[in-house]
């Protein structure tokens, strides 16, 4: 079956300090992936994906995250953390098992606070 | 530069009564998508539209009806609402032509409580 993990609900950091957000998955065949963020009250925003290729691929806001498939991860890194980083992160799969369409899986989200 | 815009926002109801969440898109997209989202659970796919007149169900259909009559609009019902439907809901939609990127365009939820 195919599912989403993150290991971590909540997570806190000190504004400057690096962040990695932990994500795995298990997925019948080679997986798109997808790093989404949540603000208050609002909806999902995109911030990076990976389809193929290199497997180190940069987002929006600054963020990367690093696919391994040995290890079937997609963490979401970050060197110096904002305090407008403060969100919940949601990390999905799709790809060909999922019936096309776009039907992502979703983890249960990681939240991040950030203290000043 | 609306995007996706859900109506209601929020809504309170009594077990039993029904209720339809309206989501528009104005982004000429195929595909709409209503997801529900409970606290330790992520999101999860209740029921999905590829083309106006075409529904499909999700991973948690039971208990909603959707309809997609106009390309822009996809609407969810509870017909008769239980606890359980207590949740936020997201409408979401993509283009076929980023029907091979997965990029979702969410909207901003609807926070639904039945009491």
């Known amino acids: 079956a195919q599912s989403v993990t993150q290991p971590d609900i909540h997570i806190t950091v000190s504004e400057g300090a690096s962040l990695e957000l932990r994500c795995n998955y298990s997925y019948g065949a080679t997986p798109y992936l997808f790093w989404y963020v949540q603000s208050p009250g609002q909806g999902l925003q995109l911030l990076l994906k990976?389809?193929?290729?290199?497997?180190l691929v940069q987002g929006i806001k600054g963020f990367e995250a690093e696919f391994k498939r040995s290890q079937s991860s997609f963490n979401l890194r970050k060197p110096s953390v904002h305090w407008s980083d403060a969100a919940e992160y949601f990390c999905a799969v799709g790809g060909p098992l999922s019936g096309g369409y776009n039907k992502l899986i979703f983890g249960a989200g990681t939240r991040l606070a950030v203290h000043p | 530069n609306a995007g996706v815009t859900q109506t209601p926002k929020f809504r309170v109801l009594k077990t039993g009564q029904s209720m339809t969440l309206l989501c528009a898109q104005d982004m000429n997209h195929e595909y709409m998508y209503w997801y529900r989202q409970d606290p330790g659970m992520g999101l999860r796919l209740i029921h999905y539209?590829?083309?106006?007149?075409?529904?499909a169900k999700g991973e948690v259909p039971d208990g909603y009806n959707v309809s997609r009559l106009k390309k822009q609009n996809f609407l969810l019902g509870l017909e008769s609402a239980a606890p359980s439907q207590t949740s936020v809901y997201f409408c979401?939609?993509?283009?076929?032509?980023?029907?091979?990127?997965?990029?979702?365009?969410f909207g901003e939820g609807s926070r639904l409580t039945v009491l």
């Open positions: 990976y389809f193929s290729g290199d497997t």
């Open positions: 539209s590829v083309g106006e007149g075409t529904t």
């Open positions: 979401a939609s993509s283009g076929r032509a980023s029907s091979n990127t997965g990029e979702l365009f």
